[in-house]
């Protein structure tokens, strides 16, 4: 199955959830228009608070459709943009791509993948034990953040739900994702 969207969101205002939209504009070195996090700066306020002058790494939030469908397997009820993202994905591994990815969202849109998002207490708030459920384990013990991947963007252009979704893999040596 060839990756694609699922669905888009954005919120002007630091609301927890983002309603989920016919489309989005993604703006070259911003994020997503309209979006609360939108800015050359970082606009997430616990990282303002530390430095407001430190870069955007978290533009874009993007979600595996495979997350959701595990959430609500587990009784939570979550839908695209419940969780705060942006992009929700389905038929690529996002978890698996190193840092560095360009993924192209339709025909023009290309987003870089910064890093993980760091699952926050933020998500017990909107539904207990939901942070817990956005983590697991590797066999060896090693913690898995699964809440979904960070990136700036590239390439602007407009995102609609069912575009195609095109993953351009860095130079080696690939570099694990890290929460940003």
Do not use: W
């Not at 009820?77 to 993924?103: F, M, R, W």
């Not at 602007?156 to 739900?161: I, S």
């Amino acid at each position: 199955m060839p990756a694609e969207v699922i669905a888009v969101a954005a919120a002007a205002g630091h609301a927890f959830s983002k309603p989920v939209l016919p489309d989005i504009t993604l703006l070259a070195g911003l994020g997503v228009a309209g979006d609360a996090h939108c800015g050359v700066t970082v606009k997430h306020r616990s990282r303002v608070k530390a430095n407001p002058d430190q870069p955007n790494l978290r533009q874009v939030h993007l979600v595996d459709a495979g997350l959701l469908e595990e959430l609500r397997g587990q009784g939570f009820d979550v839908s695209p943009g419940a969780i705060g993202e942006n992009v929700t994905v389905a038929g690529l591994d996002l978890l698996a791509l190193p840092q560095g990815t360009l993924l192209h969202l339709g025909d023009a849109a290309v987003v870089e993948v910064t890093g993980l998002r760091n699952p926050c207490y933020q998500l017990d708030h909107f539904q207990p034990g939901l942070m817990r459920a956005t983590l697991g384990r590797t066999p060896e013990g090693a913690l898995i953040l699964k809440a979904g991947i960070m990136a700036i963007v590239r390439q602007g252009g407009v995102v609609r739900p069912g575009d195609a979704v095109r993953a351009e893999m860095p130079a080696l040596p690939h570099r694990a994702l890290e929460k940003v």
